[in-house]
């Protein structure tokens, strides 16, 4: 056995030791592949870090895009479900021109003509977003917004056949105050109103060559008629490139239509705004200068050269200024011409632009007082406003006693405009004798010859020599001014009805000579008026008068000076003859008379011509020069009207038929159709003018007795007995179609005489003839009626 073991021995020793080369060999192949997969390894670790970090890179750089530009990362939507959709914030995606309209259409709203914003129209452009205004007639479209769109400039929309836009940004926009608008004409003498009216804009224009840069101005404008005139108003927008912002910078009013303008008015080389409020022979230009600001949104503004503030202080210099607020434009133009001599030196530039803002008034006052006027009062309205007192001493002297009264009237009507110039030219220089005898002229004639002998009698160094010949300037007014101790500032303003008196009783009247006798020469009879309205100096008071209640110590005196009569009693009594023309006679005032809540004057005239069998003869009106104005608007035709507003017209249609029923003017019965109404009625005129103070127009329809009995079938000559009984009637509707004003009241005798515009008073009104009078009846917001 241990022979057997050792020789087995040896073999397993041979099988377990291998040979040595073949050990290396076996050995080195296993380090080749542990190499190769290494290399594998790492290359696979270094693409897959290289790929995390562009995706890290690229998602960090849609997550910085998305937080300030999300439409950049809009196309990412295409390939997300619609539950992982990116949101964009208040960014939308963006749209054609069609697209726009469509969503627009569906709010009720329509696009406007579209204004380039720069050169290549397509890239970014200005839209007016308008919307219809409710129970509107004409001109109904009314500016509600502004949008800047901006052409898309991805990839995905830009390779399309249509071009895309994102709206960049808008503004809401509202029309100025109506208060605001008329505010140049009312001169500070308006009545408040119930409620704040915003007029529309209808128009919206872009500002060409000359503007300020960089950006582009606007002009949001509107129009309001105001009596025969129209007023322009509006608001200038700019548009700000470099924020992409829209932003008004003022509002504006224009009482002759004149639209904003750029122009070179100051020294630097910016242009300015140009806004003109002139009215009648007064200018009145507001020049806007472009300055920088502090404010991210608002780098600009529109900043006005103002008269108020020196920009120097120099006493001659402010003595300048101070005539130039008062009007007297060229005479401040040329002591600041002798100042800026005097100086050697340049203007600074708030001095410079003062200045120039004086030159451009004086420019204007000038051409005027160079023209020829045909009115004496125009002529010498014209040269005082241009300062030329002595030429208009002139033009008073050498007119005759009834044009001199021209001048009377108009130094009566004035508003302290003249007198401020007159006072303004003798705080600086006491010593002009020609400024001196206007001031006295103006003074007589608003508050009495010896009121303004008193004040002469004041003045310092005033001669023998000119007080004489001022005094007799003075005696020229004989004619046109009662010598009168009592005061009165404001011109009269009377509406009244005159009725016959057979006597008089001096004891029931007041006058202002409580010991003269109430008397008539050169054939004059008496007449009373019963006074309707009248304007005390503030507002208007309507009869029946409850709040008149005069002083027991001279009521005479505080009625006189209450009623503006005490320089001119004379009153104007109209009377229509039956051809429809006016016959006018001057009467004057002698002497008044309140009993109970009536008003009354007593006035002596020459016979008026009466008519007192014809009881639809329209009553004798009476009213003082001043009261009012007559507004007459062009007549139109139903079938015209039609045209404009069809459906307003069937509306309208039917609502008149139906007054005419009612009235007893025409068969009662079915109303017909509107092609019927319309082929009877279609040639009646009727007049739109806005009579409720919103900018909407009314509709006025007058009726006359021939075209009512044309609508009933009867024979002609029954035909011609209705036309003999009946009178014209008026109807007039509203904006909405509805009735708001009509005669058409069975037997009770009503009917509107004429629209009127009153003194210092915004909406018009109308002059209604009653039973036995005549009454103003203006429209109240509160009640939504004339009263």
């Known amino acids: 056995m241990a022979n057997r073991s050792r020789k087995l021995t040896p073999k397993a020793s041979k099988v377990n030791k291998p040979h040595t080369g073949a050990m290396k060999r076996v050995a080195k192949k296993p380090q080749k592949k542990q190499q190769r997969g290494s290399w594998l390894s790492s290359t696979l670790a270094i693409a897959i870090l290289l790929s995390s970090a562009s995706l890290i890179m690229a998602f960090a750089w849609i997550s910085v895009l998305f937080i300030f530009n999300p439409d950049q990362v809009s196309w990412l939507n295409k390939i997300l479900p619609a539950w992982a959709q990116i949101p964009l914030g208040n960014h939308e995606r963006p749209q054609s021109l069609k697209q726009i309209q469509l969503d627009l259409s569906k709010k009720k709203q329509i696009i406007g003509k579209s204004l380039p914003l720069h050169q290549d129209a397509e890239n970014s452009f200005l839209l007016p977003v308008f919307q219809q205004r409710a129970n509107c007639q004409s001109n109904c479209e009314e500016l509600v917004e502004l949008r800047v769109y901006q052409r898309s400039q991805e990839l995905e929309f830009k390779s399309r056949s249509e071009n895309y836009y994102y709206l960049a940004t808008q503004l809401p926009v509202t029309g100025p105050e109506e208060a605001f608008v008329i505010s140049p004409l009312l001169d500070g003498r308006s009545e408040p109103q119930d409620i704040s009216i915003y007029l529309p804009l209808t128009e919206v224009q872009r500002f060409e060559d000359g503007t300020p840069s960089p950006g582009v101005w606007f002009n949001l404008r509107g129009q309001r008629q105001q009596g025969t005139g129209a007023i322009a108003y509006g608001h200038i927008v700019y548009y700000n490139p470099e924020r992409t912002n829209l932003l008004q910078m003022l509002s504006w009013t224009s009482p002759n239509g004149q639209l904003p303008k750029w122009q070179q008015v100051t020294g630097n080389n910016t242009k300015e705004l140009v806004v003109d409020q002139t009215v009648g022979l007064e200018p009145y230009l507001q020049v806007y200068q472009v300055k ?32 130039a607020r008062s009007g007297l434009w060229t005479p401040a133009f040329k002591w600041l011409k002798f100042i800026q001599k005097q100086r050697k030196r340049v203007l600074p530039e708030a001095a410079q632009a003062q200045m120039d803002l004086i030159r451009l008034h004086s420019q204007l006052t000038k051409i005027q007082a160079d023209k020829n006027w045909a009115s004496p009062s125009q002529q010498a309205l014209a040269d005082l406003i241009d300062g030329r007192w002595e030429k208009a001493l002139q033009v008073f002297e050498a007119s005759p006693h009834h044009n001199a009264q021209e001048i009377v009237t108009l130094l009566k009507a004035d508003k302290n405009r003249l007198w401020n110039r007159t006072a303004a030219a003798l705080r600086v220089n006491p010593n002009q004798q020609k400024v001196q005898a206007w001031a006295a002229l103006i003074l007589a004639v608003q508050r009495g010859e010896g009121y303004a002998n008193s004040w002469l009698k004041t003045q310092p160094k005033i001669t023998e020599d000119n007080l004489a010949y001022i005094q007799g300037l003075l005696k020229r007014l004989n004619g046109g001014v009662t010598k009168s101790r009592i005061s009165s500032t404001h011109p009269s303003q009377i509406v009244g009805t005159v009725q016959p008196i057979t006597q008089v009783n001096s004891t029931e009247w007041l006058q202002p000579n409580s010991t003269a006798d109430l008397k008539l020469i050169d054939n004059q009879v008496w007449y009373q008026v019963e006074v309707s309205a009248f304007n005390d100096g503030k507002r208007w008071l309507n009869s029946p008068f409850e709040n008149l209640n005069p002083p027991k110590t001279f009521p005479a005196k505080f009625f006189w000076e209450t009623l503006g009569i005490s320089s001119d009693p004379a009153i104007q009594i109209v009377v229509w003859l039956p051809n429809g023309e006016q016959q006018i006679t001057t009467a004057a005032i002698k002497a008044v008379q309140l009993q109970g809540k009536i008003f009354r004057l007593l006035v002596a005239s020459p016979k008026i011509l009466e008519n007192q069998n014809d009881v639809f003869q329209r009553r004798p009106l009476a ?24 459906q307003g017209v069937k509306v309208m249609l039917s609502s ?11 068969l009662p019965g079915a109303i017909p159709s509107f092609e ?58 509203s904006d909405s179609n509805e009735v708001i004003y009509t005669d058409f009241k069975g037997n009770y005798r009503q009917r509107l005489s004429a629209i009127a515009k009153l003194s210092g008073v915004q909406s018009l009104a109308l002059l209604v003839e009653n039973a036995d009078k005549y009454s103003l009846k203006r429209w109240s917001q509160k009640t939504q009626r004339f009263e």
């Open 292 to 323: 920088p600001l502090k404010l991210f949104f608002k780098p600009i503004q529109l900043e006005v050269v103002s008269l108020q503030l020196p920009a120097l202080k120099d006493s001659a210099y402010q003595n300048a200024l101070s005539i």
């Open 623 to 646: 009213l003082t020069n001043a009261a009012l104005e007559w507004v007459q608007p062009s007549p139109i035709t139903l079938q015209e009207l039609h045209q404009q507003n069809p």
């Open 656 to 666: 008149v038929w139906q007054s005419l029923q009612q009235s007893g003017e025409i």
């Open 676 to 733: 019927q109404m319309q082929e009877k009625l279609g040639d009646w005129p009727v007049q739109v003018i806005d009579l409720t103070n919103n900018t909407q127009p009314e509709i006025i329809l007058t009726i006359s007795a021939a075209a009512i009995a044309s609508l009933n079938q009867s024979t002609p000559e029954i035909q011609g007995e209705n036309t003999k009984l009946t009178r014209n009637r008026t109807i007039i509707l």
